[in-house]
């Protein structure tokens, strides 16, 4: 089986870090504020796209909102900062170890995720990474999957989507994935919820138990 995850919220907990830099990123450029549940709502969007929808601005502001993050966020992105959920590791490991196949599909760049993935010793276990600067539709648009389909060999059909947004479980419905719901990450129970995920879990190790009936 074929497990595509989500890094932000469903892997490592970035929130924290997110939310800081977005609000420090609105008041270096003397925008209106907006709180942390205002811009937890925009987790899991492309990053220029995060601040036009949460604040009314030109398109070339928001490049400048991106460029601005991605200078704050590097500065505060210090070793240790970013921990991973209980029981990732493991239970990749252990998926890993029972012959799936993970990989990852993120709206984060590609230098910001591989540094997550080599920092926090995810390569052992992931085969492939799409980051957001590698297709041309963002997430909720089935591009990510797509791509991943192709690169691994596997169908829809042999293929489950992990997330904590709406736009991952929209991702894994429009690709005809399986989709699984994480409660513990910037969605929430509900979200998952209306977004019709096929599974909803509150512990990344649920996923072995999900991929054991998937198999039978």
């Known amino acids: 089986m074929l497990f595509i995850l989500d890094f932000d919220g469903t892997m490592g907990d970035t929130q924290t870090l997110i939310l800081n830099t977005m609000q420090k990123t609105i008041q270096a450029l003397g925008l209106p504020p907006r709180t ?10 492309p990053l220029k796209q995060t601040f036009t929808q949460l604040i ?27 921990p991973l959920f209980p029981n990732v590791i493991e239970t990749l490991k252990k998926l890993h170890d029972e012959g799936h196949t993970l990989t990852i599909a993120s ?28 297709v041309t539709h963002a997430k909720p648009h089935p591009e990510m999957v797509e791509k991943t389909l192709e690169a691994t060999g596997f169908t829809p059909s042999q293929a489950i989507v992990v997330g904590d947004a709406k736009y991952d479980i929209m991702m894994g ?9 994480v409660t513990y990450g910037n969605g929430g129970r509900k979200e998952m919820e209306d977004a019709k995920a096929d599974f909803v879990i509150d512990d990344f190790a649920q996923l072995t138990v999900i991929a054991k009936g998937l198999a039978l």
């Open 36 to 45: 942390k549940e205002q811009c937890q709502k925009m987790i899991g969007l």
């Open 56 to 82: 009314d601005m030109t398109d070339e502001m928001g490049d400048i909102c991106a460029d601005t993050y991605r200078q704050i966020f590097e500065e505060n992105n210090i070793p240790g900062v970013v």
């Open 107 to 134: 709206s984060r760049a590609r230098l910001s995720l591989m540094g997550f993935v080599n920092d926090l010793h995810l390569e052992p276990y992931i085969s492939l990474v799409i980051s957001c600067e590698d």
């Open 173 to 181: 419905k429009n690709a005809g994935c399986k989709t699984v719901g």
